[in-house]
């Protein structure tokens, strides 16, 4: 079983069905990348695996424990998209950093 796993995930605005049954499973160490068009509901599909967005049905499935209803900080997922809060008068280990030391990860860790 991956890492990952969706399981007919849902996505529904209203009546208006976004993301339709979308199955998907990332094993560890692999690595997958979504390529499409402005609109075609990446950025909601990574937000509703990191919690950020409710799905409307299926599961979504984090090192075999079902996380539909898990808060974002509980699932260990994190996403950083491309233009959204970055300190551009910082490092990039310090826009890495910061959202560690909120939530109060030790020195090493961070």
């Known amino acids: 079983m991956g890492a990952l796993q969706l399981r007919d995930v849902r996505k529904s605005y209203g009546q208006m069905e976004v993301i ?16 499409g068009p402005s609109g075609y509901r990446k950025s909601t599909l990574l937000r509703m695996v990191a919690g950020l ?3 409307t049905g299926g599961d979504i499935t984090i090192e075999n424990k079902v996380v539909n209803d898990l808060l974002p900080v509980k699932r ?3 996403v950083v998209f491309q233009f959204y809060a970055l300190y551009s008068h910082r490092p990039v280990y310090e826009n890495i950093a910061f959202p560690l030391r909120v939530e ?3 020195k ?3």
């Open 104 to 106: 109060r990860l030790s």
């Open 108 to 110: 090493g860790k961070v």
């Open 53 to 55: 967005e409710e799905i």
């Open 76 to 78: 260990g997922v994190a």
């Open 20 to 35: 339709k049954g979308v199955n998907l499973e990332v094993d560890h160490g692999e690595f997958i990348v979504f390529v």
